[in-house]
């Protein structure tokens, strides 16, 4: 089954220890970007990757850090969590898109919801 | 500057009537807009999309559709039912593959 899988689903840790949310997806594609969903604001781009090497800062990357060594594998870091970190975070990817496959935009993972104390 | 917004953070329709949801949109170059539905603890998964050359696109129940004038898009769903009770991002694109969300209406279908 193509997805994007994310873990851990669910997380609860101090201010100022070091975390990080794995994403994962199987179809084989070179863009992937995460984003955090607040009541209120939406889902907000934090980075994104065009390809494996490549990541750019979203519209929200302070405090958090990525990389993209795989193409399947995109993980998110925060080196020191605070709590305005707490948020319901989701992965997403899709193929390179040109202007004419930009039909279904994006394949998101289920969320990682994160509560930092 | 949110480029995509929703006003309405909640709607409330009875089962077999029609959901209308709205969203606009304030740059120019927009030119292809999707909708996501998403349910309580699951990711946001594709709903329907439309390119800027048209104005109205259909897919069983749900149409959605564009009014580039008035930078203003709407998804209608007729008739409504309880399965569709979710939140709906529409979400907008002038390049590639970046998209901008809106903040999400919760649409509650009553039986």
């Known amino acids: 089954e193509a997805q994007v899988t994310q873990n851990p689903r669910y997380l609860i840790t101090v201010t100022g220890k070091k975390l990080t949310v794995t994403c994962s997806q199987n179809m084989n594609h070179e863009y992937m970007s995460w984003y955090r969903q607040d009541p209120g604001l939406g889902l907000r781009q934090i980075y994104y990757s065009m390809n494996v090497e490549v990541t750019d800062k979203g519209d929200v990357p302070e405090g958090y850090k990525v990389s993209r060594k795989e193409k399947r594998n995109f993980p998110l870091i925060l080196e020191s969590p605070s709590p305005n970190q707490t948020s319901l975070y989701f992965c997403?990817?899709?193929?390179?898109?040109?202007?004419?496959?930009?039909?279904?935009?994006?394949?998101f993972g289920s969320g990682t919801r994160l509560t930092v104390v | 500057d949110q480029q995509v917004k929703q006003n309405s953070p909640s709607l409330s329709v009875q089962e077999g009537r029609i959901s209308i949801l709205n969203c606009d949109y304030t740059n120019s170059m927009f030119d292809y807009f999707l909708w996501y539905k998403k349910y309580p603890a699951e990711g946001p998964t594709f709903l329907i999309s439309i390119s800027s050359i048209k104005d109205k696109n259909e897919d069983g129940r749900f149409t959605v559709f564009l009014n580039k004038s008035a930078k203003h898009l709407s998804l209608h769903i007729v008739p409504s039912q309880p399965g569709d009770s979710a939140v709906y991002f529409c979400?907008?694109?002038?390049?590639?593959?970046?998209?901008?969300f809106g903040t999400g209406t919760s649409l509650t279908v009553i039986p």
């Open positions: 997403a990817s899709s193929p390179q898109m040109r202007d004419w496959g930009r039909e279904r935009g994006y394949t």
């Open positions: 979400a907008a694109s002038y390049t590639g593959n970046q998209f901008y």
